[in-house]
């Protein structure tokens, strides 16, 4: 069991509500207001504005350049790939790039955003990438679900686009690829402990033997 | 007219519908339920925890001595006073400090203080200090509002003590030195800016006779 | 004159210090050791892993998406094309990128960047920014600088791919980017200083005529 | 054996070149020159306000007020209380405190704050407090140490405020406090690790039963 499902298993009620939510139902099935569906897209275009500077928080705290490389392309990946399918549905109701940026934030959006900044920048990379993979993973599992159902195939489902985007490979991928760092980076630590464990037990070996001489 | 003032000036709707809110009427009169004013005060608990980490970002921020002294006397009067009254107030209910540092974090009180710890984190110090100003001005401001009115001092007013303290002489210094604090640092960005301007000139005076020579 | 003139200007001595250090010369005629230039080169390899981290902080401090943009990029032109460098003339005395990057930091090394670093975070997007520049565009003058002495274009001189690397197109364009967006960053305070002022002038211009009601 | 203890084991080279370096042993015999003296204890002030700025992080980074409360007082430890030494030691020198804020930095006490700050921003609050302790756990040691040597006492000894300062009661608390929390931390950890595994073993139990079921 990897460490994300363990994370999930521990918030299985709350990662429910998150991944059920009858928001995803309402694309798939069509029946979602334009309204709605719009004020979620432009909140989370400046969303998305945040995320990119955690995952540049997460390459600043990066203890290794490998960590490093994949927290850069995960931010490349936000603003050179995600935020496009964004800027080309807003397009469709006349709001500019521009105007996205100006928008004004929602509360929810300032109090997601925010809170992971703060963890991430007050905790280590560990914390930060926790915080980041609800949802970069949600994302994904949503979209991957979505696409299965029937009625999202239907030709006149608006929201189509919006799926095919996250259940595509390459978003799938970048979920993936987070999903394993995050293993990466557990096992590492796991790794770290038993090393310091038996290390500390080599001392403790030694010190049995007579006490410290000043 | 002082920079905190314009501030205000500028923000003057802002600032009446923070400042003259119900809420704050429903102290003064004694109408505010219990319920509201105790989980208010529970949460104003968890506030200022945060608000006692910003005003440490605060210090680590500050590029002379003097505004660090000055950012940890704010620190030290969270710590050590303010919360007193809280954790007083909450006794009455039962509830112990630890109680109420495991309270569930309300949306609100996570995005308005995490708000201010990432736009300072971001920001330079004033930045910090502009956003932790309403905070600070205002409680002091609504307090001495409140306790000019009549019906607040009836001696069955439940929210006396809430008043009085920060009416009461030490908090209304400390929203004194905040004031003249920022007037102070906004002062020095002008004084920086104008000797800036002046050493630029003074570049230009001799720019003017030639060209550079490599 | 650019704002990056003017700073040259005001720090002409120390500029000088830096651009025509004889460790630039050394390269340029070939009389530098091979073990200086080795030693040299590998702390830079370390220093890049830790600009690197700094470019990540000025995608996090950025306050507009243009300038997330542009600091993206100078952090992908790190990790991306000038370590490869590092990378292949390090290869050729057999040393791998795990090497490097497990060699023992210098303590000049960890004095400049972590300063960088800490001015970074400290202060806002500019001051992280100037604080970059001496590198960036210092380099790139340098190389430009060398490029032209007729000793550098020796077949027999060994730091002649360094020189061409720092002297190309795509790293003098680098360079140009950020004289330019430090332009830009100066401007635009110049700017909204300016409009600050106006407004002001124009609250003030209101007050004149009557005191305020409360 | 705490775990201070351990890190001083595992350092054990590192930690003797450290308190055991000649220039302690100069201010216990007093042969060390007034220069030196002088050029260290002005370096030391201006480390010490980088080290209020480490502790101002450290309450940023805290998880819990009690830890924050902790590292309040480390702050005001170094700004109402070690500063005053310096202040008082300098004024003998004709030297202000706004002469010792305005002096040169070294390029030693900027490598090596810089490096505190920088691993304790980038790291969690244990990484901080280890990168602290050298210096608070140390200077006891060393003071402890030299205190106690009959070359000390000598009436002619210029040192001896310097050492009777940091082997005193009040200071040796501070570092004992200091051993004390890191013990602390580490043992929350621990017990953190142990009850992280003790759930996990626990899901564990129920997932060898069955599958999942979607």
């Known amino acids: 069991m990897s460490f994300f499902e363990r994370l999930k298993a521990a918030a299985s009620a709350e990662w429910r509500a998150y991944t059920e939510h009858p928001f995803t139902i309402g694309m798939a099935d069509g ?8 004020h979620y897209l ?18 600043y705290k990066s203890p290794r350049l490998a960590d490093m490389r994949e927290a850069a392309s995960g931010l490349s990946a936000i603003l050179d790939v995600e935020m496009n399918l964004h800027v080309k549905l807003c397009a469709g109701w006349g ?9 004004p934030p929602a509360a929810e959006m300032l109090a997601y955003t925010r809170y992971v900044l703060d963890a991430g920048m007050r905790g280590d990379l560990l914390t930060l ?3 980041l993979a609800p949802c970069v993973v949600g994302y994904a599992e949503i979209a991957a679900r979505l696409a299965a159902r029937p009625d ?15 259940a595509g490979g390459p978003y799938q991928e970048v979920a993936a690829k987070t999903r394993a760092h995050l293993d990466r980076l557990a096992e590492l630590i796991a790794i770290f402990k038993e090393a310091t464990r038996l290390e500390t ?14």
């Open 152 to 166: 999202t195939c239907a030709a006149t489902n608006p929201y189509r686009v919006w799926i095919d985007e996250y």
């Open 201 to 214: 037990d080599f001392w403790e070996m030694g010190w049995r033997v007579g006490p410290r001489v000043e």
């Open 31 to 38: 029946t979602l207001t334009e309204a709605a569906f719009r």
């Open 95 to 103: 709001l500019s790039p521009g105007d996205l940026e100006q928008a």
């Open 129 to 131: 990438r926790v915080a």
């Open 42 to 59: 432009v909140q989370d275009y400046l969303f998305l504005i945040e995320f990119a500077r955690a995952y540049a928080v997460a390459v």
